[in-house]
């Protein structure tokens, strides 16, 4: 099944303590992004890639890194994590930027005391 | 950077009322696509449109995208309880950098 897979789903953790979401995608697709969505604020767009070894910062890039070294993989790190980055994070990808649509992964929903 | 204006932020309707969500651009857009998540879920594509007054429809929704390219509008006909959700435009200019509007929040009274 065509699918975006993100891990985890819900994580708990404590202000400092660095952590990775994990990314991938089973599509072979060249995009991949990650975005924030908070009450009120829509879905804001943290970095994207547009194929290996290829990322970029999208609108909100503080305090977070991402990396591309192969094709389905698209994790997003947290370094230092902090309680403003309390949100809901969706990872998306798509065959190319240009003219194709985005999928979606499930979301992790990441709480930082 | 681009600016995406979704209206309105939220809509209440009762059953079988129509609905529409508009997105509106400060720059001329290489397309749109727009997506619907429902509560608890994730973002799901609908529609992409690229032509200017491209028109197309999807059962009960009508997509309409500007002359201009610089707006975009969902219209539901005749609303039901599975069309809740938050309707999000997606407009596409700069390589890679996608933005999303701020999302329209449809509930529907049965």
């Known amino acids: 099944e065509a699918q975006v897979t993100q891990n985890p789903r819900y994580l708990i953790t404590v202000t400092g303590k660095k952590l990775t979401v994990t990314c991938s995608q089973n599509m072979n697709h060249e995009y991949m992004s990650w975005y924030r969505q908070d009450p009120g604020l829509g879905l804001r767009q943290i970095y994207y890639?547009?194929?290996?070894?290829?990322?970029d910062k999208g609108d909100v890039p503080e305090g977070y890194k991402v990396s591309r070294k192969e094709k389905r993989n698209f994790p997003l790190i947290l370094e230092s994590p902090s309680p403003n980055q309390t949100s809901l994070y969706f990872c998306?990808?798509?065959?190319?930027?240009?003219?194709?649509?985005?999928?979606f992964g499930n979301g992790t929903r990441l709480t930082v005391t | 950077g681009q600016q995406v204006m979704q209206i309105p932020q939220y809509q209440h309707v009762q059953e079988g009322e129509d609905f529409t969500t508009y997105c509106n651009s400060s720059?001329?857009?290489?397309?749109i696509q727009w997506y619907k998540q429902r509560p608890g879920g994730h973002p799901v594509f609908l529609i992409q449109l690229v032509k200017s007054g491209e028109v197309k429809k999807q059962k009960r929704l009508t997509f309409q995208f500007g002359e201009a390219k610089k707006n975009s509008s969902l219209h539901i006909t005749a609303t039901q309880t599975t069309d809740v959700g938050t309707y999000f435009c997606a407009p596409n200019t700069n390589a890679g950098k996608s933005t999303f509007g701020d999302g329209t929040t449809l509930t529907v009274k049965p």
């Open positions: 998306a990808s798509s065959l190319n930027f240009f003219n194709s649509p985005l999928h």
């Open positions: 890639s547009m194929n290996v070894e290829v990322t």
């Open positions: 720059t001329t857009l290489s397309n």
